[in-house]
């Protein structure tokens, strides 16, 4: 079955400057890959998703790249803000079902 | 606006108990899921549902069990709570359609076996 790897587990950035975490998957079937973020007491959310058939997706601050070849993709956040702060979960999925697959997840700092 | 809730947010069983945690969403998804979500861990699925009366076991069954006999109502069930069994408990559907893959979280159940 699938597996997805994610990091850092942690990571702690300077307010304005970029973060990036990386998450890796190991079937080549999985063709969704969404983000989720998760605000301190709160449900988690989608923010932003990208397909199989794209290798970059952004929406304002946030961007996602693809590379299907490496298996692996990334979220970047530009211009961090105290309100990113958050833990941030990729996720992977494929046509075969409906079933995602989380990584385990990473607590982003963005420090004052 | 989608509406996933939970039956608890606080939840503090004995261990041996039978726990029943219920979750309902209002938007007529098809799919729902029960996730465990513990530190360091991520999310990690329990069970999921396509339909009514239709379960697949996810990747930590063991210990746990499911019930949809409705299509907006999806039960999770500890048949004998362990303390291992210690977690927040989240609830997701997702759409059918174009977006089938977005999942909507409802706002977990801390669960406490003692």
């Known amino acids: 079955g699938e597996n997805v790897e994610q990091h850092p587990s942690t990571l702690s950035v300077q307010e304005g400057d970029s973060a990036v975490i990386k998450c890796t998957y190991s079937d080549s079937a999985s063709n969704y890959f969404p983000w989720y973020k998760q605000e301190l007491g709160k449900r988690p959310q989608l923010i932003i998703d990208?397909?199989?058939?794209?290798g970059e997706k952004k929406d304002q601050r946030i961007a996602v790249t693809l590379n299907k070849t490496a298996k692996h993709f990334s979220l970047h956040i530009t211009e961090t803000q105290p309100e990113d702060s958050a833990v941030y979960f990729c996720?992977?999925?494929?046509?075969?079902?409906?079933?995602?697959?989380f990584g385990k997840g990473t607590r982003l700092h963005i420090l004052p | 606006d989608v509406k996933v809730t939970q039956s608890s947010r606080y939840l503090v069983k004995r261990t041996g108990e039978k726990v029943f945690l219920e979750c309902v969403q209002d938007?007529?998804?098809?799919?729902m899921f029960w996730y465990r979500q513990d530190p360091g861990l991520g999310l990690r699925l329990i069970y999921f549902?396509?339909?009514?009366?239709?379960?697949e076991k996810g990747d930590i069954p063991e210990g746990y069990s499911v019930s949809r006999e409705k299509k907006e109502r999806f039960s999770l069930i500890l048949e004998s709570a362990s303390t291992n069994q210690t977690s927040m408990y989240l609830c997701a559907s997702s759409t059918p359609g174009g977006r089938r893959y977005e999942q909507y979280f409802g706002p977990g159940t801390r669960l406490t076996v003692t």
């Open positions: 549902s396509y339909d009514v009366k239709m379960k």
């Open positions: 990208i397909r199989s058939n794209v």
């Open positions: 938007m007529d998804h098809e799919n």
């Open positions: 996720a992977a999925t494929s046509n075969r079902d409906d079933k995602i697959i």
